[in-house]
């Protein structure tokens, strides 16, 4: 599953990528992370109880001070090596990931040979001795060669195609929002990935559904001058629906005259 802008900013309740400080992801099956490549003011980031594999969309965020990874797919230590220009980087939290092996002395060694800023490595204290011996025991990480799956996710452009999606948000997700919001949660058949072909025909309603809760969510990060601002414009729009269908009743009037 992709980590789309979206959900980020669902997940957040924010409004732009710009504003997000504090994402939890945890066991939410991820394995495309590159949306990251656009959260450059992140500070705290949960991501444990996934399935991602790289950690090269994240080498831009250079706030991320706490770092939780537990339970992924990162197969090898040289990963790390996407984190080292993360300068404010104290907590990671890497256990239960293939690349930490068997000797979990030599591991814990090895990461702090790379990331020496650490206070806490999978909760445990970080002391000022066990640096000084990871300096000269942990083994030399390695950065890792670009592939193809590394350009695309570090280029920090989204996919169009999934990005424009309206329904690229989960039915769960969808419906917690609607519950934040005081509305009533969407039925199965509004949405296609979980209804059968004939009712992928309400795609329009639901992306307007979308829309509603995108705007409802913004409202709450407006002062009270942008509220009058919306407020007015809201009203010249119901005024033109309003003429509308006056326009529309009249006529009906006159062909029945």
């Not at 802008?5 to 939890?24: G, H, I």
């Not at 099956?29 to 594999?53: A, G, K, M, P, W």
């Not at 239960?96 to 204290?125: A, F, H, I, M, W």
């Not at 407020?231 to 005259?257: G, I, M, P, W």
């Amino acid at each position: 599953m992709k980590l789309t802008r979206k959900l980020v900013l669902a997940k957040a309740k924010a409004s732009d990528l710009e504003s997000v400080k504090k994402l939890n992801c945890w066991g939410c099956n991820l394995t495309d992370i590159s949306i990251f490549s656009q959260t450059l003011n992140i500070e705290v980031l949960t991501l444990s109880v996934n399935s991602i594999s790289s950690l090269s969309s994240l080498a831009g965020c250079l706030s991320l001070c706490e770092l939780y990874l537990r339970r992924n797919m990162i197969t090898s230590l040289s990963e790390l090596s996407h984190l080292r220009p993360l300068t404010r980087l104290r907590v990671l939290w890497l256990a239960e990931n293939p690349c930490c092996g068997t000797d979990s002395s030599q591991y814990r060694l090895t990461v702090l040979r790379c990331l020496p800023r650490l206070q806490k490595l999978d909760n445990q204290v970080v002391t000022e001795d066990e640096v000084a011996l990871a300096l000269t025991d942990g083994d030399e990480v390695s950065t890792p060669p670009v592939t193809e799956q590394n350009q695309i996710s570090s280029n920090g452009l989204p996919d169009a195609e999934t990005e424009n999606d309206p329904l690229n948000y989960n039915m769960e997700e969808t419906n917690k929002i609607r519950e934040e919001l005081g509305m009533k949660p969407l039925s199965r058949d509004k949405f296609p990935s979980l209804s059968s072909p004939s009712t992928r025909e309400s795609k329009p309603s639901v992306k307007k559904t979308h829309t509603l809760d995108a705007v409802l969510l913004l409202l709450n990060d407006l002062d009270e001058e942008d509220l009058h601002v919306v407020h007015t414009a809201t009203q010249n729009r119901l005024q033109t629906y309003t003429v509308d269908f006056e326009t529309l009743k009249e006529s009906l009037l006159t062909e029945n005259c």
